[in-house]
């Protein structure tokens, strides 16, 4: 075993890494959780915790790998969570299998939510910069608003749409109101898991993972660092942005409709320019590009807040010195000397063994 | 000798500025060629254009028969053309060997170890630091690299845009000395260089550009004696 990991290339030892890093975390939470170790507050977070991982992860696809600021990954999330609790209730009555149910409607949730990435690449492909990140910002708040005005519902005759109110809908007697508007999609069946999002988690580490580290993934990074050298050597820019931003919008539709099933009801507000700000708080944190550490940093930033409630009314204020002081420290020379020394250590190991 | 890149009239145009104005010229198989002139001459413009990573306004570049004018860049280079672009725009982040690989992207396949071979008998300092990243190579070091990496896609033509520019006065020549060799295996090349001096002794013909135009063409023989050009370029 140790010499098969010695021989493997640092990219897999590190990929395999990262996936022991989940699985181990996985294992210790199901166990606090089926030994009743776990508060109930905290227990409320795991399939948040696992939903804000995968859109961190997704999001350093976009941020990390290829370069662009992208402000609005919670309007993909958005985008996701509401097709999916619609989805999941129109599945209802044919499919009873609860998780078989669960995963069909993220399915959903992933696909609507990358045919919406599709109309946000045109500027992608264009833009750069500021005016990218300012242009994914209008997205994110463009989606908010509109799912603000829908209006679903079903009955026995299927699905029933509205931009009016709950009324023009127009639905039988038997007929049930989805989505309500402002006041967001009501009377979701939970149908969410610890186990679930664990699953999801690893599936969109083995997408992103394999990404990086294949042809279309260097070509990516190639444009990331430097968009003139790659296209000399034969790089598409268009099909491989396009590959990058609508696979990590898929992602973020599948991690929306995870999130959305482990409650009762949702919001469209819930997915505001501050959660898609929290999601690149993970990226910066993690470090762009570092999909280890994003998870950490996903993860931890969740919990905070939830540790911070003892500080009360200076929740926010602990809360903001803390990122502060991390990166701070994170970005010390002293800090990085530090951890430079063993990596050096590892590329001299390798050498000897090549 | 067959021709293996010809332009006709070319004009292209930044916005309202007007920086190349119907230039022509050709390069045969075999050569090496190059384009010399000042500052904002056209040279580089010219050079990007015949790549496609900009467009003309008028004119036509053709490539092995092939008229280059609709074609994205990306696909000129499965062409068979590769150019070096200005500035040593490496992949800074990766390694010397991973942008070595980069250069086979359009190619890829069995051929890559047999071509990093090729690429490292040329430039042994490559083979080296072939584990460094490209970031932490000299100035020197990156040409090279940019080089080596066009080198990978085996291009029937390479262009070169100002190999020298920033670099000190030894490595110039051993950079200079490499185009040579290049030249001697069979490879056609054209050149792009404010240094005229050093373009001029390597190559077969020259065009001097002048605000766009082409003021001047010849055997570099020629151009090296004659006296405009010296008064012009040289330096005396």
Not at chain 1, 303 to 323: G, N, S, T
Not at chain 2, 209 to 236: D, N, Q, W
């Amino acid at each position: 075993m140790a010499t098969k990991l010695k021989r493997m290339a640092p990219s897999t030892r590190s990929s395999f890494l990262t996936y022991g890093m989940v699985i181990a975390a996985y294992v210790v939470m199901q166990a606090m959780l089926s030994g009743g170790l776990l508060t109930s507050s905290l227990k409320g977070m795991l399939v948040p915790i696992c939903a804000y991982v995968v859109m961190a992860v997704s999001l350093n696809l976009t941020v990390g790998i290829m370069g662009e600021l992208s402000l609005g990954h919670a309007g993909f999330m958005s985008v996701g969570a509401f097709t999916a609790v619609i989805a999941a209730a129109a599945l209802q009555n044919t499919v009873s299998n609860g998780p078989l149910r669960l995963v069909m409607s993220m399915a959903v949730g992933g696909v609507f939510a990358g045919l919406v990435s599709l109309i946000v690449v045109v500027p992608v492909l264009r833009l750069r910069g500021d005016y990218l990140a300012i242009v994914t910002l209008a997205f994110g708040e463009i989606i908010k608003n509109i799912i603000n005005c829908v209006y679903v519902g079903m009955d026995g005759t299927g699905l029933h749409f509205s931009m009016k109110d709950a009324a023009s809908l127009g639905m039988a007697a038997d007929g049930k109101v989805l989505l309500q508007g402002p006041m967001g999609a009501v009377g979701i069946q939970k149908l969410s898991t610890l186990t679930a999002g664990f699953l999801l988690i690893m599936l969109t580490l083995a997408v992103v993972l394999n990404f990086i580290h294949s042809r279309a993934g260097r070509a990516v990074m190639a444009l990331r660092d430097n968009r003139i050298a790659a296209e000399s050597v034969g790089i598409s820019p268009t099909r491989y942005k396009m590959m990058a931003f609508v696979t990590s919008a898929v992602l973020a539709g599948l991690a929306g409709g995870l999130y959305a099933m482990n409650f009762s009801s949702i919001l469209a507000k819930k997915f505001d320019f501050n959660t898609s700000i929290l999601i690149l708080v993970f990226v910066v944190l993690g470090g762009m590009g570092n999909i280890r550490c994003s998870i950490i940093a996903a993860a931890a930033l969740t919990v905070l807040p939830e540790l911070l409630r003892q500080f009360a009314d200076y929740r926010m204020l602990v809360y903001a010195i803390v990122l502060i002081l991390v990166m701070i420290f994170t970005n010390n020379p002293a800090y990085k000397a530090f951890f430079a020394r063993f990596r050096f250590r590892r590329k001299t190991a390798g050498k000897e063994t090549a | 000798m067959s021709t293996i890149l010809s332009v006709e009239n070319l004009n292209v145009a930044y916005g309202s500025i007007h920086a190349v104005k119907g230039v022509s010229f050709d390069v045969n198989e075999g050569e090496i060629v190059t384009l010399i002139g000042a500052n904002g001459a056209g040279k580089s413009t010219t050079l990007n254009t015949i790549a496609g990573l900009l467009r003309g306004k008028s004119g036509s570049v053709t490539f092995m028969g092939e008229d280059l004018g609709k074609i994205p860049p990306h696909k000129i280079v499965s062409r068979g053309m590769a150019l070096v672009p200005e500035g040593r725009r490496v992949f800074l982040q990766m390694s010397v060997q991973e942008n070595l690989e980069m250069g086979a992207y359009t190619k890829g396949g069995a051929g890559v170890p047999a071509d990093l071979e090729m690429v490292y008998d040329l430039f042994p300092r490559l083979k080296e630091r072939r584990r460094q990243v490209a970031g932490t190579l000299s100035g020197g070091e990156q040409q090279m690299l940019a080089m080596g990496r066009a080198l990978m896609s085996h291009p029937k033509l390479l262009m070169l845009d100002e190999p020298s520019m920033g670099l000190a006065p030894i490595l110039v020549e051993q950079i200079f000395e490499i185009i040579q060799n290049l030249h001697k295996a069979g490879s056609t090349i054209l050149l792009v260089e404010q240094n005229a001096q050093a373009a001029l002794s390597i190559a077969d013909r020259g065009y001097v550009l002048e605000t766009g135009k082409i003021v001047t063409t010849g055997p570099s023989g020629e151009l090296l004696a004659s006296a405009a050009i010296k008064k012009a370029y040289l330096g005396g």
